[in-house]
């Protein structure tokens, strides 16, 4: 959503004409060309679709715009090792598809949040914060171990450590049980703040 415009298969696409449309198209990467007006921040935020994993065409849209228009990519998931998953997948590549990792990676990307800083700072409702499954500390444990973690985003690693020593995990949506609208003031005080890692 913003100030985007590209061109796919000879259709020009404005997204600002029509902020509330669902925009579908094949991915083409020779044939998309991207311009902008003011769009100088993108968010990519994603619920539910998929589980929230991002799939091809998603990725490499995201690399796109990185390499055509330079801007800032911020990530905003869930705080559980699902949500680092997804997170990890955009900034590293998926380890199933590490062949083509250059293609499909955003290594500028930043995490916006959610973080276990947040849950002093806003203090969400007790029956929002949820216990991690067996599953999940395993999965946590499992990320640990990627050593990309440790080279390349030591603090995305100590967050992901503070949230399996804590054994807690919650969603985005339980930081907005005070007001309805949280999220619209929490994600540019983070951008504005450099509240981001």
Request: proline letters at 4%; one cysteine or more; a positive charge.
């Amino acid at each position: 959503m913003g100030w985007l415009r590209f061109v796919e298969s000879g259709r020009t696409i404005s997204c600002i004409k029509v902020p509330t449309r669902l925009i579908q198209f094949q991915l083409v990467l020779k044939k998309l060309k991207l311009s902008r007006a003011w769009l100088n921040t993108f968010l990519w935020w994603r619920k539910k679709q998929g589980r929230g994993y991002p799939d091809v065409t998603t990725r490499r849209f995201l690399r796109l715009l990185m390499d055509q228009l330079h801007i800032p990519a911020y990530c905003l998931v869930d705080y559980d090792p699902h949500g680092f998953d997804i997170l990890s997948n955009y900034r590293f590549g998926s380890m199933q598809m590490a062949y083509d990792a250059k293609l499909m990676r955003v290594p500028e990307i930043r995490w916006l949040g959610v973080f276990h800083s947040d849950l002093a700072k806003y203090q969400p409702l007790d029956r929002c914060l949820l216990s991690l499954t067996s599953e999940e500390k395993k999965k946590a444990e499992s990320m640990l171990l990627r050593c990309n973690l440790q080279q390349e985003a030591p603090r995305w690693r100590v967050e992901l450590e503070a949230m399996l020593q804590r054994g807690l995990k919650f969603e985005i949506e339980a930081l907005s049980t005070t007001s309805i609208s949280f999220l619209s003031q929490y994600i540019p005080l983070k951008i504005q703040e450099g509240g981001y890692i």
